[in-house]
C-alpha cells in the first residue's frame, strides 16, 4: 500500500519541544560546519570559482578530488551561504565565500585552516578533563604546552602565525585609525608573531622605529613581512622571553598576548613592561571582553577555547583593570572595534 497523507499536526508543546531538540542537535553537530568549511579551504573551492561559476567537475579535474563528492561538497557549501547555486550544477561565490579565499583582503582561509587542523581537534577530544582539571589539555593530547608544540612542529607553527594575521586585519586598521602616537619614538610589540599591528603602524606614522618581540622561531617572519612592508629600516626583530625581560620603549603593544596567560604571569609580563618603559610610556592592550553572564557572548565560547589550549582566560572589564592595577598600571583609554576586540590604553600608576 503506497504512503499517503502528511504527518499528525503537533500540540503547540509538541512543536515546542521539537524545536529545542532541533537547536540542540544543531549544536552537536557544528563540526560537521567547520571541516565542511575546511575543505572546501583545503580543495581552494572559492579560489577556483572566483572568476566565475564553475560546475564541481570542473573544480574536481582541478584539484585531482572525486567528481561526486566535490559535488556533494559543493552542495553542502551552498546550503551554510559559501556558495550559491546557479542551476546547472554551477556554483558561484558569494560574499562570505569570498573571505576563504587565498590572499584577499580580508581573507580567513587560513583561520578556517586552523580551526579545522587535526591537531587543534586533538587537542579538543579531552575537553571534558580540562573542566575537570582546571587546565589545559595540549600536553595529554599532544605530548607539550600550545607554544612549545608550536616551536617543534613549523607547519603548524606557520598556519597559526597566519591565522593570528588572518584574524589581525580588521584590529590593525581599526587600531590604526584609532590610536594617538604622538610622543611616541619607539614601539615595542610584544608577542607580536609576525608584526601585522606593528608593521601597519610603522606604516602610518613615519616618525616611530619598531621593536617585535617574541619567540626566537616567530621573529624571521616578521623581518620578511617588515621588508615586503617597505618599512625594515625602522624594524627591529628581537628574540626573548617577555616572563624575563622585554625591550626598552616608550609605546608597548600586547594584541591577544595576556588571555594566553594566568593572572599571575600577566602580572609579570606587565611589570617587565613597567621596568623596562621609558619615562610617560603607555600600553595597548587588545582583548576580548566578558559581557554578562548569561547573555549571548562569542567571548564566552572564545574562553573555552582558552581552557582547552592554553593557561590563560578571557576576562571582563573589572578583572583586567585589577591585574592592571596589581602590575603598576591604570587603565586611562577604552575603545571598542568592529570586531569582538577592544582596546585598552594603559598609563602607569604614579
Given at each position: 500500500m503506497p504512503l499517503t497523507g502528511t504527518a499528525p499536526e503537533l500540540s503547540a508543546a509538541e512543536a515546542e519541544a521539537a524545536q529545542h531538540a532541533q537547536a540542540l542537535y544543531q549544536m552537536t553537530t557544528a563540526h560537521w560546519i567547520t571541516q565542511v568549511v575546511r575543505a572546501a579551504a583545503v580543495l581552494r573551492v572559492t579560489d577556483h570559482i572566483a572568476d566565475g561559476a564553475r560546475t564541481a567537475e570542473e573544480i574536481a579535474e582541478r584539484e585531482s578530488s572525486h567528481p561526486g563528492a566535490t559535488h556533494r561538497l559543493l552542495r553542502a557549501c551552498a546550503s551554510i551561504g559559501l556558495l550559491a547555486h546557479e542551476g546547472g550544477g554551477r556554483f558561484a561565490l558569494t560574499p562570505v565565500g569570498a573571505l576563504l579565499r587565498e590572499g584577499v583582503p580580508g581573507s580567513l582561509r587560513d583561520a578556517?585552516?586552523?580551526?579545522?587542523?587535526?591537531?587543534?581537534?586533538?587537542?579538543?577530544?579531552?575537553?571534558p578533563e580540562a573542566v575537570r582539571e582546571g587546565r589545559p589539555q595540549w600536553e595529554r593530547a599532544l605530548g607539550s604546552d600550545l607554544f612549545t608544540y608550536l616551536a617543534q612542529h613549523p607547519e603548524d607553527a606557520a598556519l597559526f602565525s597566519r591565522a593570528m594575521t588572518n584574524a589581525t586585519e580588521q584590529v590593525v586598521q581599526d587600531t590604526v585609525a584609532l590610536l594617538d602616537l604622538d610622543g611616541a619614538v619607539r614601539i615595542a610589540?610584544?608577542?607580536?608573531?609576525?608584526g601585522a599591528l606593528l608593521l601597519g603602524l610603522l606604516a602610518e606614522h613615519a616618525h616611530v622605529e619598531g621593536v617585535l618581540f617574541d619567540l626566537p622561531h616567530v621573529v624571521p617572519a616578521g623581518h620578511a613581512a617588515a621588508e615586503a612592508a617597505g618599512?625594515?629600516?625602522?624594524?627591529?626583530?628581537?628574540?626573548?622571553?617577555?616572563?624575563?625581560?622585554?625591550?626598552?620603549?616608550?609605546?608597548?603593544?600586547?594584541?591577544?598576548?595576556?588571555?594566553?596567560?594566568?593572572?599571575?604571569?600577566?602580572?609579570?609580563?606587565?611589570?617587565?613592561?613597567?621596568?623596562?618603559?621609558?619615562?610617560?610610556a603607555r600600553i595597548l592592550?587588545?582583548?576580548?571582553?566578558?559581557?554578562?553572564?548569561?547573555?549571548?557572548?562569542?567571548?564566552?565560547?572564545?574562553?573555552?577555547?582558552?581552557?582547552?589550549?592554553?593557561?590563560?582566560?578571557e576576562r571582563s572589564l573589572d578583572a583586567y583593570d585589577a591585574l592592571f592595577e596589581e602590575a603598576g598600571w591604570k587603565r586611562t583609554g577604552l575603545s571598542p572595534t568592529r570586531s569582538?576586540?577592544?582596546?585598552?590604553?594603559?598609563?602607569?600608576?604614579?
Open positions: 578556517a585552516l586552523l580551526s579545522g587542523a587535526p591537531a587543534h581537534w586533538q587537542v579538543w577530544q579531552p575537553f610589540d610584544i608577542g607580536g608573531a609576525d618599512v625594515a629600516e625602522r624594524f627591529e626583530g628581537v628574540a626573548g622571553d617577555f616572563f624575563e625581560s622585554v625591550p626598552e620603549a616608550d609605546y608597548y603593544l600586547l594584541k591577544w598576548v595576556l588571555h594566553d596567560w594566568s593572572d599571575e604571569q600577566c602580572v609579570r609580563i606587565l611589570r617587565n613592561c613597567r621596568r623596562a618603559a621609558r619615562p610617560g592592550v587588545i582583548e576580548a571582553l566578558l559581557g554578562e553572564t548569561g547573555a549571548p557572548d562569542p567571548v564566552a565560547l572564545l574562553d573555552m577555547n582558552m581552557l582547552s589550549v592554553s593557561a590563560g582566560r569582538m576586540f577592544s582596546l585598552l590604553e594603559l598609563e602607569p600608576l604614579g
